[in-house]
């Protein structure tokens, strides 16, 4: 991977049925991995936004990638980014042994090196929440696996923000307004 780039795909589109399934079928075709995936509803009401993670070869990928996208009927807009351009996080949980974290001594220890939250304490289980970057997130479940055992493990896809003022996508609808409106008028 090491002459990969890894690239950040934003796309909007209305939740509608069949979106996810048009998405991958261009990734599949392009025989892309899709690293991560995340779907929630965007900042703008009625307007879903996926954040796929990918490497590839080199910025025309991502080109095509994108126009092919942005061709679909149900995709509003597709961007793509690479990490200097966006505010990003993972979130990860790690379910650990109670008997084996107190064996292991301070749980203010690894709170305090891994910023970490306590989400849970039960008599058999401690479960922490991590938030950050890949490295991050991976560095704390490699320390914990080696040194207490982790029971269970799971990590969200990225999400993402760019850097710039606003989302992107508002002046393309505000653009896309202002021609309905003038098209209305003649």
Sequence with gaps: MSNKTLYTITIFSENAVGVLNQITTIFTRRQ?????????????????????????????????????????VDILKAFYNTDDDLVYQELALYKLSTEKVMEHGSVEYLIRKYNIRVLEVTEDNIVFLK????????????????????????????????????????????EREALGHCEQQL
């Design 32 to 72: 892309l991995n899709i690293e991560t995936l995340s779907v929630s509803p965007s900042a703008l009401e009625g307007i879903h936004k996926f954040t796929i993670t990918t490497f590839a070869e080199d910025e025309s990928v991502a080109k095509k990638i994108v126009r092919q996208i942005d061709k679909r």
């Design 131 to 174: 938030a950050g970057h890949y490295e991050e997130t991976q560095g704390l479940f490699e320390e914990l696996a080696e040194k207490i055992g982790v029971l269970q493990f799971v990590r969200s896809g990225r999400i993402a923000i760019t850097k710039s003022k606003i989302e992107r996508l508002s002046d393309i609808l505000a």
